[in-house]
């Protein structure tokens, strides 16, 4: 799983040219500490709340059931961490935004995850970034509603 994670930090730092991959992929397993990753959805466009946080962020699960949000900047990382079973709502919504760049509809995917009084949001723009996000949805969903 840590090398499908590796190769997708990759592909999304390609439009961050400040942020060198060993930075991210070093803070990663600093903070993870060599725990399983169940699920992970990395955000290739920063999520509306985060502006003023970073470039990324990208979420992840862990064997421990343990939801992971790093936030990645230019020479900044941060992170927070909270039990699965703790979040307080999961949200997830399929549906369309007008981009008004290109002036077409397109269609997103969001996961937003409550705890207190933060929010943990994983998005998908593109087709391609969703199967990461339903399968983080789907992990976090079994942990926290499992239906056994």
């Not at 600093?30 to 990208?58: C, M, S, W």
């Not at 059931?65 to 909270?82: I, K, P, S, T, W």
């Not at 998005?123 to 976090?140: F, T």
Request: proline letters at 3%; aromatic letters at 8%.
């Amino acid at each position: 799983m840590e090398n499908e994670l590796i190769a997708r930090v990759k592909d999304v730092l390609k439009d961050y040219k400040d942020i060198p991959l060993d930075f991210v992929v070093e803070h990663v397993r600093d903070t993870t500490r060599k725990r399983t990753i169940k699920a992970f959805h990395v955000n290739k466009h920063i999520p509306q709340g985060y502006e003023d946080q970073g470039a990324f962020n990208l979420l992840l699960v862990t064997a421990g059931n343990h939801l992971f949000d790093c936030v990645v900047g230019e020479e900044y990382f941060r992170y927070d961490v909270v039990a699965v079973k703790a979040l307080d709502k999961v949200q997830v919504m399929d549906g369309q935004w007008e981009n008004k760049e290109t002036n077409k509809t397109e269609t997103f995917l969001s996961l937003r995850l409550s705890h207190t009084d933060e929010s943990h949001v994983a998005l998908a723009l593109e087709d391609g970034e969703r199967p990461s996000l339903k399968a983080l949805a789907d992990v976090i969903l079994s942990i926290r509603n499992p239906e056994n």
